[in-house]
């Protein structure tokens, strides 16, 4: 029997941008660019405790997040997450490490930080 994704509790949308470094010029600058990978992904987003942070290596003043989505989306530690907060304003994580690929294939765990 397959348990179904509990899409009640993905109550956020992300998108999912790549980051992506380009020269700029003859001065040797470099610009980023965030092209939009994947949009419109129905999401899960848990700040993580302090021990937590540590845990997964991360002893910085950044926020840690859990993030589940649904199995599938082919996200991985090369990708950023974007959403809209409850306050309006853009939020954006860096996925750090993808934790489990498939948990018994009803969501993928993602392990992200906030970006400045």
Known sequence: MMVATPE???DKTVDVVTVTQASGGTQGEWTETTPTFLSGIKARIQPMNGSESVRYGRENNRR???VFVKPGQAITE???LTY???DS???TLDVV???EAQVAGV???LICEETD
Request: aromatic share 4%; glycine share 0%; net charge positive.
């Open 89 to 91: 304003s853009t939020r």
């Open 8 to 10: 009640h509790l993905l």
């Open 107 to 109: 969501v993928l765990k």
């Open 84 to 86: 809209t907060d409850t």
């Open 64 to 66: 840690m997040f859990r």
């Open 97 to 99: 490490e993808v934790v």
């Open 78 to 80: 090369d990708h950023r």
